[in-house]
């Protein structure tokens, strides 16, 4: 199993990013992949998942309304639009897969990619 997260970057607050996991050595219908990010200093969290067996997404509070998690299956690749993006949005932004009970919690995901940089900042 393997994940691959890109898109980072250094983004002006307001701006936006289009994050990329590319997933290999699983059937994602059988999975579910999550974002999480961590920032400096506080524990990692859950931001979006989205399940491969019917599409269904879930969101933590802070990412309703301005996150959008999608897939692509025909290119293996699970995406995290992110609006309106604010100073408190710098993280280290990962992806993962397994088989969540409770989505958006990382101990409950086997494997991890490494992480892409998201800065925000003007």
């Known amino acids: 199993v393997q994940l691959q997260a890109s898109g980072g970057g250094l983004v002006q607050p307001g701006g936006s990013l289009r994050l990329s996991c590319e997933y290999s050595g699983f059937t994602f219908y059988s999975y579910a992949i999550g974002w999480f990010r961590q920032a400096p200093g506080k524990e990692r969290e859950g931001v979006a998942s989205?399940?491969?067996?019917?599409?269904?997404?879930f969101y933590s509070d802070s990412a309703k309304g301005r996150f959008t998690i999608s897939r692509d299956n025909a290119r293996d690749t699970v995406y995290l639009q992110i609006n309106s993006l604010k100073p408190e949005d710098t993280a280290v932004y990962y992806c993962?897969?397994?088989?969540?009970?409770?989505?958006?919690?990382?101990?409950?995901?086997?494997?991890w990619g490494q992480g892409t940089q998201v800065t925000v900042s003007s």
């Open positions: 993962a897969t397994g088989h969540p009970t409770l989505p958006l919690l990382p101990h409950e995901y086997e494997y």
């Open positions: 989205i399940k491969g067996f019917d599409g269904s997404t």
